[in-house]
């Protein structure tokens, strides 16, 4: 995958949020879960475009930690929607999947940033 395919997957898992967000049912618990899942989930594709723009191979890293930190984070949520009856489970099973699928990515991509030289510390 390429990183502009990669910025375009976190965009829509995005996008899907805030649509799954809006048809929340509009109850306190609701308001105040769907928001923390609102901040998270946008969070990933914004954090990945700013990795995308790293000086280095360990600011890299650094920010797909965050994306990964964002992506399982958005998972948690999810689950507690769930968990809680808000929403039932097949409604978000493909989110959670997806959630699940760009937090693996994170930690691939970052794991290999990690082992690989930073060639632009010489500089």
């Known amino acids: 995958m390429t990183p502009d395919q990669l910025k375009d997957r976190t965009k ?12 929340l ?3 306190r618990t609701a308001t105040v ?5 609102l901040r998270c989930a946008t969070s990933v594709g914004a ?8 000086q280095s191979r360990a ?12 992506a399982d984070e958005s998972v948690f949520w999810l689950e507690i929607l769930t968990e809680a009856g808000i929403l039932k489970k ?11 699928e760009l937090t693996a990515i994170a930690v691939a991509s970052r794991r290999t ?4 030289p930073d060639r632009t510390a010489n500089r």
């Not at 600011?59 to 964002?70: C, G």
Request: net charge positive; proline share 4%.
């Open 90 to 100: 097949p409604l978000v099973s493909q989110l959670v999947k997806e959630a699940n």
């Open 12 to 23: 829509q898992f995005s996008l899907r949020v805030i649509r799954l967000v809006e048809a």
């Open 47 to 54: 954090n990945y475009r700013a990795a995308c723009r790293a």
């Open 59 to 70: 600011d890299f890293a650094a920010k797909m930690s965050i994306v990964e930190t964002e």
């Open 25 to 27: 049912p509009k109850t």
């Open 33 to 37: 879960i769907g928001m923390q899942l």
């Open 113 to 116: 940033a990690k082992k690989t």
